[in-house]
């Protein structure tokens, strides 16, 4: 699958899922645009770590060559994406076109309250479960189900960013990065 995948940035994100996802897919050759939902491109995660954003939100058109949405967790960070009105509007229109929709640790409440997960399977960080609106909560690391991925936690960063790969490309990218890294499957 072609196209620029956009990762969303609020201060307040889980550095681990972002550095993970945006590094291995950068490995697989992807185009990864991290893009601050704040006014500043600088964002602060929740662990102090400070990220130089390539785009703020207000600079980009999102539907010049979609690929796919990531969303990672961390709070406030999860949060503050949820209250985004711009950010919504994006997440429903990749929703209804079926592009790819990723989201991990506290995250997937953002897709969960829009109803966009419902019949669906996901998975989210232990007590964000009742912001999966209508999904079947899944007890795993990583979950697919048709075009939504979601993740666990910071602990299934690497497996998160391996599917993704092996969602977006194939099976043997997937494989080869991880053996590159030293990941085990």
Do not use: W
Not at 64 to 88: C, F, N
Not at 105 to 129: H, I, R, S
Not at 153 to 171: M, Q, R, S, Y
């Amino acid at each position: 699958m072609e196209g620029k995948i956009y990762i969303f940035l609020a201060d307040g994100f889980e550095e681990i899922e972002v550095i993970t996802v945006v590094d291995v897919l950068r490995r697989a050759g992807k185009e990864v645009i991290m893009i601050s939902v704040t006014p500043n491109e600088i964002v602060i995660g929740a662990h102090g770590i400070s990220m130089l954003c390539d785009k703020n939100f207000i600079d980009c058109d999102f539907y010049d060559d979609p690929g796919m949405v990531i969303l990672p967790g961390g709070m406030p960070g999860a949060s503050t994406l949820q209250k985004h009105e711009g950010l919504r509007k994006v997440l429903l229109n990749y929703a209804n076109k079926n592009l790819p929709i990723a989201a991990i640790c506290a995250a997937p409440m953002v897709l969960g309250m829009m109803g966009l997960l419902k019949g669906k399977k996901a998975t989210c960080y232990p007590g964000f479960e009742r912001f999966l609106e209508g999904a079947k909560v899944m007890d795993e690391q990583v979950v697919i189900d048709g075009n939504f991925i979601t993740g666990r936690g910071p602990g299934a960063a690497a497996e998160f960013a391996l599917t993704i790969v092996e969602f977006l490309i194939d099976k043997a990218k997937a494989k080869e990065l991880a053996d590159s890294m030293c990941i085990k499957q």
